[in-house]
């Protein structure tokens, strides 16, 4: 079962500003903790083959903390607040579940009347107890309709209007009402009590009710018309689903909180079809979809603050936490007060924040094998985290309930974004740890450089980065928004110097939540490597309204801006890269100075992990796709096996038979290219490469090709590539 984790935290931040605070929440099996501020240096640990390197700093963080166990409750619900206490109530709502149990879930609560779901119907309740069940058993997957009154003499009628459009009703007695407090929405408001899993519309409260308004509101007629707006609550779920707050159209409630990210925009029971953009018919995107498992907040207290000084050097640092033989080291990107140095790194936190307590090493541990091809073990935290679901899932896990996760969160503890952490896909680096090496490597030059998130680039964009002349992203920037993108486009074509050393980069469609800025937002939609796809009519991001998916579909590929992209990916092993007979000619040869390699021969073919340069994920030219026609293909991987597969979009279509043997679009480009401003563009096409640089303690010819650019990238003025 692996060890348990008896010590984990998170930071209230993936970044802060050099003079700023920032907090940590603690949770502890150990009644003491020892806490100090470290400086990352190095990813890696004994399974990496290469040890962790940190730096003891000076500070403010108290060193002794009292230990506390700090626990999470996830699941999404709507709450809002009765203005007035009722002595009738009337309650309609629509209800897509979609995994009914035979244990009872809440669907509403007003007051102390309630209704739950499960397979063999509904249960509505009044005071704790049970009044009517109503034996209809319910359709996973399909709209039910239900009504519910409370009389004011305590008579309870409920009418459940089934897919088929059949009603089943039930009847029964409470004593008379007096209802004060909260209407909750897929909560029963106690903890202990799972949450509902499934699709919620058009919820309707009143406090008068004739007999036929459930009939009324079951054919789509507007509450409104048939109820006294004084007395009512139509909280209305169409209107900014972007939103955490929900508008009340009538006047019994100020309107209703929405908890913990459920998903929005998503179409409800009177959706055509005719639109799929919930921004042109918002009446017809009026669901909100709860699951049991949505988390915005693990909601712990925090335990330590740093104040981080002023003139503290931009890099990575940690909260490192120690007890008995148990430690947690908590990420934080300080980023620069001032900006003064030459060189900016990019660290791509939305791809780990995408990746965050991704499930599927120890939840599906048996089925990677036939990815791999061999067991490569699992880190003891992956298995730690299968059994806590209340700490959210990643973008590439599906709910309980089977539907894609839309969004992740920074408020919780993230077990895989730490620089110990094993990936079994890559045998060792990925993510986090492997860009801290990138980092050792440009401390070992002796490097002036700053560090900063996808966070500061989506938020100060062009700003920020024209401070800088040379920018270096991490391995993996997969995720992304369109200000990024368009924060890159704006830095190369003013003249910067742009090297992307990774792979699968600039690929998904990505917005951070406009109310919760710690949280992203993405619809898969229907193209590219994906673990789910957006059902019907959810493929717009409820955050901004832009179409989801795949950059490259709205027109907006990788190769337009980093003369690359995504074109396959696979797990065996690295390779080298062939270098090209382009690479000779005079103005760009100077890139493999001191490398060893004459056209035609291989370099790059050894490294940790997967041993190579070109290893998981590959991205190549091709100008169709928007790579400019003057960039100079300076190598291309070679060696690949059968193993490796193209990425969805690269599939070919028609009749013809594909090429036998490894396809010919299965490689990594090395692209190098500028424009007549003196901007450049160096680009690696793989997320080995980066591992493959720290070979041979950094003595080897990817580290010699990559020093070589980044010098001539930062101290040449005028063109350093070649343009148009």
């Not at 640990?45 to 700093?57: A, F, K, T």
């Not at 896990?397 to 408020?411: E, K, L």
């Not at 997320?687 to 040449?716: C, E, K, P, Y």
Request: a negative charge; charged letters at 20%.
């Amino acid at each position: 079962m692996g060890e348990p984790v008896r010590l984990v935290g998170y930071a209230d931040s993936l970044s802060v500003r050099a003079g700023a605070d920032v907090s940590f929440a603690v949770s502890s099996e150990h009644p003491r903790v020892q806490a100090e501020i470290v400086r990352l240096r190095r990813g890696g640990g004994p399974r990496h083959g290469m040890e962790l390197l940190e730096e003891r700093i000076e500070s403010d963080v108290t060193a002794l903390v009292p230990g506390r166990v700090q626990t999470t409750v996830s699941g999404s619900f709507i709450e809002a607040t009765l203005e007035a206490a009722l002595d009738e109530v009337g309650l309609a709502l629509w209800f897509k579940p979609t995994a009914t149990t035979a244990h009872p879930r809440p669907l509403c609560t007003v007051g102390t009347v309630s209704v739950t779901i499960a397979e063999d119907g509904c249960t509505v309740s009044a005071d704790g107890r049970e009044v009517v069940r109503v034996s209809a058993g319910v359709v996973d997957g399909q709209w039910h309709h239900l009504s519910v009154h409370v009389h004011r003499t305590g008579a309870v009628t409920v009418d459940l209007r089934r897919p088929d459009g059949t009603t089943v009703s039930g009847q029964g007695h409470t004593n008379p009402p007096r209802v004060t407090g909260v209407i909750r929405i897929g909560s029963a408001g106690d903890s202990g009590v799972p949450t509902f899993n499934g699709v919620v519309a058009r919820p309707v409260v009143a406090g008068s009710w004739s007999g036929d308004v459930g009939s009324h509101l079951a054919r789509g007629a507007d509450p409104l018309a048939v109820l006294d707006p004084a007395h009512t609550s139509v909280l209305d779920l169409a209107t900014n689903p972007g939103g955490t707050r929900v508008p009340d159209r009538g006047r019994l409630t100020a309107g209703g909180v929405v908890q913990h990210l459920p998903a929005r925009g998503v179409p409800g029971p009177f959706w055509t079809g005719r639109e799929r953009d919930f921004r042109l018919a918002p009446e017809e995107f009026d669901g909100i979809h709860l699951h049991d498992d949505d988390l915005a907040d693990a909601g712990w207290s925090p335990d330590v603050t740093w104040s981080v000084p002023a003139t503290l050097p931009s890099g990575v640092y940690a909260l490192k936490l120690s007890a008995g033989d148990d430690a947690d080291r908590i990420p934080v990107v300080v980023t620069p007060a001032v900006h003064r140095s030459p060189v900016l790194v990019v660290l791509p936190t939305w791809t780990y924040l995408a990746y965050a307590n991704w499930r599927t090493y120890a939840e599906y541990e048996a089925e990677r094998l036939q990815i791999y091809g061999e067991a490569r073990g699992v880190d003891d935290r992956d298995r730690w985290l299968a059994r806590h679901p209340e700490f959210g899932r990643s973008l590439y896990d599906v709910h309980s309930d089977g539907s894609g996760c839309f969004y992740a969160s920074t408020r919780r503890p993230m077990v895989n974004i730490r620089p110990d952490y094993y990936t079994p896909t890559t045998r060792g680096f990925r993510h986090f740890a492997q860009d801290l090496l990138l980092l050792h490597w440009l401390d070992a030059r002796g490097e002036d450089y700053a560090v900063v998130t996808d966070d500061e680039i989506d938020r100060d964009g062009t700003d920020l980065l024209s401070h800088y002349r040379v920018v270096l992203t991490g391995s993996h920037p997969e995720y992304c928004s369109e200000a990024m993108l368009n924060a890159y486009v704006s830095f190369t074509d003013n003249g910067g110097r742009l090297m992307y050393l990774g792979g699968n980069g600039f690929y998904q469609v990505t917005a951070r939540h406009p109310e919760i800025p710690d949280a992203i937002e993405i619809r898969r939609g229907h193209a590219g490597v994906a673990t789910w796809v957006s059902a019907p009519g959810e493929e717009h991001l409820s955050a901004t309204g832009e179409p989801g998916g795949l950059w490259r579909m709205r027109g907006r590929a990788p190769n337009r801006l980093v003369g690359v992209g995504f074109t396959a990916q696979g797990f065996d092993k690295g390779h080298g890269y062939r270098r090209s007979t382009r690479s000779t000619e005079s103005d760009v040869s100077w890139v493999f100075a001191g490398v060893g390699a004459d056209a035609g021969e291989v370099f790059g073919d050894a490294g940790p992990g997967l041993g190579g340069a070109a290893a998981d994920e590959f991205d190549r030219a091709d100008t169709a796709l928007g790579t400019p026609a003057h960039a100079a293909v300076l190598a291309s991987s070679v060696g690949h096996s059968e193993r490796i597969g193209l990425a969805p979009e690269e599939v070919d279509h028609g009749y013809a038979a594909p090429p036998p043997g490894v396809h010919p679009n299965i490689r990594s480009d090395l692209v190098l290219f500028g424009n007549s401003s003196g901007g450049a563009v160096f680009s690696v096409g793989s997320i080995g490469w980066t591992t493959a640089m720290a070979h041979h303690d950094g003595d080897n010819a990817v580290s010699r090709l990559t020093a070589n650019v980044l010098d001539r990238f930062r101290d040449q003025q005028g063109f350093v590539a070649p343009h148009p």
